[in-house]
């Protein structure tokens, strides 16, 4: 089973920028992808961003697309979401995700298909 641990959230003003973090220990070794989804309040919880180590890609969300950045950090069991131009919509709880390879590039935005999640962290946008 492979833990995950989210550090970075906070209070910012829209327009500013924050950068998430996420660890992952335990089984780490059987993690190809790591991504992030978010709740909002009264929201489901929905994608915002995934990297796959094996096929060295990235997939975004529509609404994060050109504001957001996902990449692989060192050690390579850690991933990071860089968030700038940040607008109050973006408010929500952020959950790290960790998963297998998957089998093509649609999976990637379906909270299903992965199989650790860390505690969330609160990202809070005013106006």
């Known amino acids: 089973q492979v833990q995950l641990v989210e550090s970075g959230g906070g209070l910012v003003q829209a327009g500013g920028s924050l950068r998430l973090s996420c660890a992952a220990s335990?089984?780490?070794?059987?993690?190809?992808?790591m991504g992030w989804f978010r709740q909002g309040p009264g929201k489901e919880r929905e994608f915002v961003a995934a990297?796959?180590?094996?096929?060295?890609?990235?997939y975004y969300a529509d609404s994060v697309k050109d504001r957001f950045t996902v990449s692989r950090g060192s050690p390579d069991n850690t991933v990071y979401l860089q968030m700038n131009s940040l607008k109050p919509e973006d408010t929500a709880v952020y959950y790290c995700?960790?998963?297998?390879?998957?089998?093509?590039?649609?999976?990637?935005?379906?909270?299903?298909?992965?199989?650790?999640w860390g505690q969330g962290t609160q990202v809070t946008v005013s106006s």
């Open positions: 990297v796959s180590w094996s096929r060295d890609a990235t």
């Open positions: 995700a960790a998963g297998p390879r998957m089998p093509g590039s649609g999976y990637y935005y379906d909270s299903h298909e992965y199989t650790g």
């Open positions: 335990g089984r780490a070794f059987s993690v190809d992808t």
